[in-house]
């Protein structure tokens, strides 16, 4: 199995400023079609995930553009501009390359 | 709008069985990829399982495999989980949820269901 290991596993930060979170894979996400299935979902306390961002760096649909993914191979990003109050939650990189479907461990981000 | 709504949750003993389901409404539910994800309390997700969209191919997580069932009904938009021989360690709350399709991801959730496995 694809094993994601995600840092820091705790961010606080102080509203208006920006975050990132790492999440790297113990093997390579390309996949044999030439894409990388790596995607990123919040999950704010008290409800079901949410994706962020599919396919490392494609924005789903209404999701704000202070989100942004990005990364190749086995090393992956996902930076938040400027935190706002909305984003406290837990945020988990998710590899589908390859069944089983794998989570990192997930980053909480509070604000300080 | 797109619509999972899990039931069949509840409190099993140890070496019992549940059957969850979802009800799927919204979208062209023979169209798409299905998955059940679980998450413990306080923990993280654990993806356990896929089915296709035209009920041809299924997978499983290693720690459900031969114990877990998942299966859909297109004509009545519904899939279910039928999980036997149930352990402590498959206490959780499950996830219905519904593949972006052709991109490899999940687009949308449901809010779950908990099941608690004890004595």
């Known amino acids: 199995d694809i094993v994601m290991t995600q840092t820091p596993l705790s961010s606080p930060v102080t509203l208006g400023q920006p975050a990132s979170i790492s999440c790297r894979s113990s093997q390579s996400l390309v996949y044999s079609d030439g894409n990388t299935y790596l995607s990123w979902l919040q999950q704010r306390p008290g409800q079901p995930p949410r994706l962020l961002i599919y396919?490392?760096?494609n924005r789903f649909s209404g999701v704000p553009d202070r989100f942004s993914g990005s990364g190749a191979g086995t090393d992956f990003t996902l930076k938040i501009s400027r935190v706002e109050a909305e984003d406290v939650g837990v945020y988990y990189c998710?590899?589908?390359?390859?069944?089983?479907?794998?989570f990192g461990q997930g980053t909480k981000v509070e604000i300080k | 709008e797109v619509q999972l709504v899990e039931s069949g949750g509840g409190s099993v003993q140890p070496g019992g069985s549940l059957r969850l389901s979802c009800a799927a409404s919204?979208?062209?539910?023979?169209?798409?990829?299905m998955y059940w994800v679980r998450q413990a309390p306080g923990k993280g997700l654990e993806w356990i399982s896929y089915i296709n969209g035209k009920n041809t191919a299924t997978f499983y997580a290693d720690s459900v495999k031969g114990r877990f069932t998942i299966s859909r009904d297109n004509a009545k938009n519904s899939l279910y989980l039928q999980m036997n021989s149930l352990r402590a360690e498959d206490t959780a709350v499950y996830y219905c949820?519904?593949?972006?399709?052709?991109?490899?991801?999940?687009?949308?959730w449901g809010q779950g269901t908990p099941v608690t496995v004890s004595s």
């Open positions: 949820a519904r593949d972006l399709s052709g991109c490899y991801s999940i687009d949308h």
């Open positions: 396919k490392v760096s």
């Open positions: 919204g979208f062209t539910f023979s169209y798409y990829n």
């Open positions: 998710m590899q589908a390359t390859q069944f089983p479907w794998t």
